[in-house]
Every structure is written in structure tokens, then in C-alpha cells.
């Protein structure tokens, strides 16, 4: 499997990430990735990412539990079996509003969380390259892929120069998601400085 | 970057000077312990309990509803009247996490976690009740809609009781589906410490490999506030569905049109309720004071006032409809069978008004709603008046129905019968015990994001530019004048 190069950069603290943001940007490198510990708002923007129309998504899940709903229970007391309770009508909408209702917001929630765990590729025993322990603990990691035009040391520098408590290059599988993170970044809590 | 803060005229949300590291270090450090002693006491005692429920509903299963003391005349009993009341406590965890957010109340951030897990363990429990009411436990699948052999004979749509089974297993899945997705960044934290082999294993599994890349961030918290958009009319919809079981039929006592609001009242106060008595304990154990601080517990004391006496608004309400309609039944049920004191079951309605309206009241006082004992307390005595007006609701409207022939005024229950409510309870801590030890029972993530803005040290920073607006709303007013 192909192996990459990546240039890393931690930051302690939101205020110092977004002007370094701004600054690796405009200095014209291509930012991978930020990891954060927790979800800083308006990073996405800062890093360019269009909006996710993950509740587009939900939206269509739930008309379709609406439409299902509607559909089988109406084909079920019309059609297929009509039952006669007290001598009410057979299409009897009001009475099914609340079954129709728990259906949508079903659909919607299931279908929403499935997407949300295969767009991010989620799921139980799913082991991903991760650049720094501490990501998830204290520190916004940047992540820069390395080009052949790249010159890592520079790029370093400029990270260093914007804030970065910590910078690292580091190699990691072409496929990066599958790889693991049991090996990666043994030196937890000390300062790596190649 | 702009950050927003919170006014300095709200109390901070975490006290102490904390770091994102000092955070995730004093949420983490529990689950990374060893339990203490007490912790396997209460576990024991926990799945006791739960042994017992289990021999209880053996019996059931074996010998029948016989075994209950229920009768013809009082058909739901303590069974429906337990299920209700759990039902009604797994309110507060999603109203917590879901109407909260979309409040955008800060506070939420402290206590989500650990009610939702309550909610979850709490409509688990309310779902035994029911199923193992049906006697034949084992065609309990009868009630889903699916194309059988007997006809196909389909379950009847329009029927209160299909509708709780829609209305429960829906809260159930999206309730555990919201708690899971804000559970994998903290599963992700726990893991990134994990000091032994196995540790970071189990705790992989349960990340599902949750990196805190950006993009999976803006993903999350979409998918968060469409959660909450879904789950809050779905939490308001459960009990008003469960109060339809009983509003739908021509029953005295039941057959009224403000069910609906007044359960889901009544879920709310009972919910908080609980939620206080657990946190109160967590707090203390677990040594998380500094984030669920006493302002969290005065809120939330707030919020049991202000439902409590809603509830009570609907009782004297129910009285006053009981007179005014002048129907002879409803006037007897809520006057004789409820309201008078020397009834057979007089006790348990002033039990209740005395547990539900008047004891809250204490909460008016900010001094009574910081005290943490006295919380403490009135947790214990709101969801045992709330058990009661469950049981009043039920007991005192069945126990002399329409045909005094078959009226059944000395209904107690049988030995199994307690011990299968008893048997919740130890399902309910079980649960609580493991979930306090293996999981992170404050969401860290929320935490860090709210650190900044609501964090006692962080706050005075905000000072100045809270005065400069506060100056030129001032400025910019004067002139208007």
C-alpha cells in the first residue's frame, strides 16, 4: 500500500488555531484535516468546507416513514382486511396520526444516524490513523499532506511561527482510515520535534 | 475568532480553573479507577433486587396473572401503574438533552449525559411492565404489524394501546441512538488514555473509530440538532400517547381532555426528580462537583416547582370538571373515591396531593432549592407522590365501576407483584452501576466546547466587553430619548 507523507501541527488553544488557519491557507498549502476534542464552530469556514446536507437527508428519511406509514395502515383497513370497530369509518385519519407521527421521527433518526456513521465511516472495530493521542484530550491537530513540491521543514516552520506547541511528520498508509492506533504516537505527552 | 460568552450576571457552569486537559482528567479519572467498595455494595444489592424481579416474573409466567392480585373489577393494578410511572421518568433525560439544546440553555451540558442514560434504563423498565401483562409472554410479537398466517389479521391501528407500542419502542431507539451518537467522541477521549491492551480494545469498539476530524464534527453536531428537532415533539408525544390509554375510554376519572398536558407534566416533575436523586449521588461520589454544581441542582429545582404546580393546576381542575359537569359518576369518583379522605382509597389521593402540589412549594425558597439535602429529599417524596397519582388515577377509578355487583374495594398486591416492581429497580441501578463505572457520565466534549464561555475562570475575561456594550446600548438609548 502506498505510504504518505504528512506534516503535523498541535495547538493548545482555539484563539491561536484560527489565525494559523488563516495564515497556512493563505500561504497557499492545502489544510487535510483539524482534529479537535470537542466541535469548534466555524472551523469548517475557516477551512472552506461547504455545509453537510446531512438534514436533507433526514428530511427525505422522514417522509418516507410518513408515506409508509400512511400507505401500509391505509391498505391494511381499506383494503386488505377491513375491520369494522363500532361502525366508524374504515379510513379513519385522525386515529392514525399518532402511529403515522412515531413512524416519521423513526425513519428520520434511524436513517440519519446510518448515514452519519458511512459518510464519517463509523462503525464498531473500524480502526483509523490517528495523528495525535491528545486530539482527542486537549489539542487541535492540523493535518497538511505532503506533495512533491512540498518542503516539509518550511511548512514546520510556518506552522511553529503561527502557534504550533508541536510539529511531527509523519507517514501513514495511503488508505489512512484503516490504519492503527495502537502504534502510532508512543511519545504521549512529550514534546516530538524531528 | 469570536467567541460568545454568557452574561456575568449568570452563574459559571464549571467552577475551578480548568484546562481542556484538567477536564477530560477529572471526567476520565473515575472510569479509569477501581471501583470503590461502595460501588460494589450498591451493585450487589442492585442485581439482588433484580434476581428477585426475575423469580417474580418466573412465576408470573408460569402460573399466570393469578398471581398478581389483580381482579376483574381492578384489571390494571400496580402493574400499569408502575409502567406509567417509569414511562414518566425517562421523560427528563431527552427533555434534558433535546428541548434544552434547542433552547440553547447551557446548563443542559452538566446533566445530559447521565439522564439520558436514566431515560434509557427507565423506559427499559417500563417496558417489562406491559409485555408480561399480556400473560402469554411469548406471543408478545402479536402486537407488531407484520403479514401473518391468521389471515393476515393485522393489529387495530386505531387503538391507544398500538399506538404505545409505536410511541415507546420509537423513544426507546431514538433516545438510545441520541445518547450513543454524543457518546462516541467521550468513548474516542477514554480510549486515547487507555492504559492497558484491553482498555483500548473495548474501548476502540465502542469509539467506532472516532478521530474528532473536523468534518465528522460539523456531521456530528448536525445530526445532533436534527436529533433534538425530532426528539422534542417525540418526547411530548410519548406520554400524551400513554395518558390516550387512558383519556380514549369511557371510564370516570379518565375519560377527560386535559390527559394529555397534565401527564406530560407530570413526566417532567417525576423525571427531574429522579434526575436530581441520582446526580446527587454522582456528584458526590465521583467528586464532579465542579461540574454539576449547585446552580444545575436550582434549575433544575426550578423546573420541579413549575411542573409540580402545573400538575396541581390539573388536579383541582379534575375537581372542579367533576363538579361542574355534574355527572353523577364523575362527581362520585372524584369526590367520594379520590377527594374524600375516609374513602376506601381517600389516602392515597391526599398521599399524593400532599407529595405533588404541597411539598414543592418549599422550592419558591432559593435558600431550600441550593440544599442539597433537602433536594435530596423532596426527589424521594416527588416520585413517591407521583407513584401515587398513578395509582389513584388507576385503582380509584376501576375499584367501583358501573355495576356495584362487581365492585372491589380491598385491592393490595400479592408478594409477586411487588417483587416485580422491586425487580425494575434493581434492572434500573444495574444498569446506573455500570454506566457509571464504564461510562463517562458527564459529556466531556460539551463540556470543553461550553469551557470557555461559562468556565469561572474564564469569565471575568468577558467582563470588559460585556461593559463596553452594556455602555454604548446605554449611549446609543440615551440619544433615542
Sequence with gaps: MAQKKFVVGCFDDEKVLFPAVKQVRTAGYKIKDVYTPFPVHGLDHALGMRETSLHTAGFIYGITGTTTAISCISWIFTKDWPLNIGGKPHFALPAWIPIIFELTVLFAAVGMVLTFLYL???????????????????????????????????????????????TDIQVAEEDWWFGTYDNDNENLYKQVSH | ????????????????????????????????????????????????LLMFGAYSVYREVTYGIGQWNLNKTIGWGWDITNFVWWVGIGHAGTLISAVLLLFRQGWRTGVNRAAEAMTIFAVMCAGQFPIFHM?????????????????????????????????????????????????????????????????????????????????????????????????????????TIVSFDFATSVIPGWHTTIFPPYFVAGAIFSGFAMVQTLLLIVRKVFGLTDYITIGHIDLMNKVIVLTGSIVGIAYLTELFMGWYSQNKYEGYTFWYSRAYLFSPYGWSYWGMMACNV????????????????????????????????????????????YLPSSWSVYYSPSIWEIGFYAGTFGLFF??????????????????????????????????????????????????AH
Excluded at chain 2, 446506573?432 to 469569565?459: D, H, M, N
Design chain 2, 358 to 401: 404541597i411539598s414543592p412549594q418549599i422550592f419558591w425558597s432559593k435558600k431550600m432549592r441550593r440544599n442539597v439535602f433537602v433536594t435530596f429529599f423532596m426527589s424521594i417524596i416527588v416520585n413517591i407522590g407521583m407513584w401515587f397519582e398513578r395509582f389513584v388515577i388507576i385503582v380509584t377509578s376501576l375499584y367501583r365501576d
Design chain 2, 135 to 239: 400473560g402469554r409472554v411469548w406471543m408478545a410479537f402479536f402486537v407488531m404489524p407484520y403479514p401473518n398466517s391468521r389471515g393476515p389479521l393485522w393489529v387495530n391501528f386505531n387503538s391507544p394501546l398500538l399506538w404505545d407500542v409505536f410511541a415507546i419502542s420509537t423513544y426507546f431507539t431514538v433516545s438510545l441512538l441520541f445518547w450513543y451518537s454524543g457518546l462516541l467522541p467521550d468513548f474516542a477521549t477514554v480510549r486515547d488514555r487507555a492504559f492497558t491492551k484491553l482498555r483500548k480494545k473495548l474501548y476502540g469498539i465502542a469509539s467506532f473509530g472516532w478521530t474528532g476530524s473536523t468534518k465528522h464534527w460539523q456531521r456530528h453536531e448536525s445530526l445532533s440538532l436534527v436529533l433534538a428537532g425530532l426528539s422534542t415533539p417525540l418526547v411530548l408525544s410519548v406520554h
Design chain 1, 120 to 166: 464519517c465511516q463509523l462503525a464498531p472495530g473500524v480502526k483509523k490513523h490517528h495523528f495525535h493521542k491528545r486530539a482527542t484530550d486537549d489539542l487541535f491537530v492540523m493535518v497538511l499532506e505532503c506533495t512533491d513540491k512540498t518542503n516539509a521543514d518550511d511548512l514546520k516552520a510556518l506552522l511553529t511561527s503561527n502557534g504550533a506547541v508541536e
Design chain 2, 430 to 479: 444495574t444498569c446506573f452501576f455500570l454506566f457509571a463505572k464504564y461510562f463517562p457520565v458527564i459529556a466531556v466534549a460539551e463540556i470543553k466546547y461550553v469551557l470557555k464561555r461559562s468556565g469561572e475562570s474564564y469569565k471575568p475575561e468577558f467582563d470588559a466587553i460585556e461593559k463596553q456594550q452594556l455602555d454604548s446600548f446605554v449611549h446609543d438609548h440615551a440619544h
Design chain 2, 1 to 48: 475568532m469570536h467567541i460568545k460568552y454568557e452574561s456575568q450576571l449568570r452563574e459559571p457552569l464549571v467552577y475551578g480553573n480548568k484546562t481542556y486537559a484538567q477536564v477530560t482528567e477529572d471526567i476520565v479519572r473515575p472510569i479509569e479507577a477501581k471501583p470503590s467498595r461502595l460501588w460494589y455494595i450498591g451493585f450487589f444489592i442492585a442485581v439482588t
